[in-house]
């Protein structure tokens, strides 16, 4: 059973940034994809960057590129969210999620549907 723990989470003010951090604990996939989604309110649960757990591919949303950047550490088991340049419509509830097999292409990468274990979710308010 994989138990996933998100951090790192606030509040900032536009332009600033954060960074979250999942601690992963349980059964880790060496063939795995973990991501990044966040929810709004109001707003369906929207995919934001994913990562192959057995190399260095990555995919990203397009309304974050450039300012996000996912992350991960094997040896510390923990999937790290950059955040740059935070806008208003970055505020939302952000979970940690991990499944097996590749992520294969962005679409699926970001389909939270595809996804078997879910952290409780940091809380980001950025601030204009």
């Known amino acids: 059973q994989v138990q996933l723990v998100e951090s790192g989470g606030g509040s900032v003010q536009a332009g600033g940034s954060l960074r979250l951090s999942c601690a992963a604990s349980?059964?880790?996939?060496?063939?795995?994809?973990m991501a990044w989604f966040r929810q709004a309110p109001g707003k369906e649960r929207e995919g934001v960057a994913a990562?192959?757990?057995?190399?260095?591919?990555?995919y990203y949303v397009d309304s974050v590129k450039g300012r996000f950047t996912i992350s991960q550490d094997n040896a510390k088991n923990t999937l790290y969210l950059q955040m740059n340049s935070l806008k208003p419509e970055d505020t939302a509830v952000y979970y940690c999620?991990?499944?097996?097999?590749?992520?294969?292409?962005?679409?699926?990468?970001?389909?939270?549907?595809?996804?078997?274990?879910w952290g409780q979710g940091t809380q980001v308010t950025v601030s204009s």
């Open positions: 999620a991990a499944r097996s097999g590749s992520c294969a292409y962005t679409s699926l990468a970001l389909r939270s549907s595809a996804y078997t274990y």
């Open positions: 349980g059964y880790i996939y060496s063939n795995g994809c």
């Open positions: 990562i192959w757990t057995g190399g260095v591919s990555t």
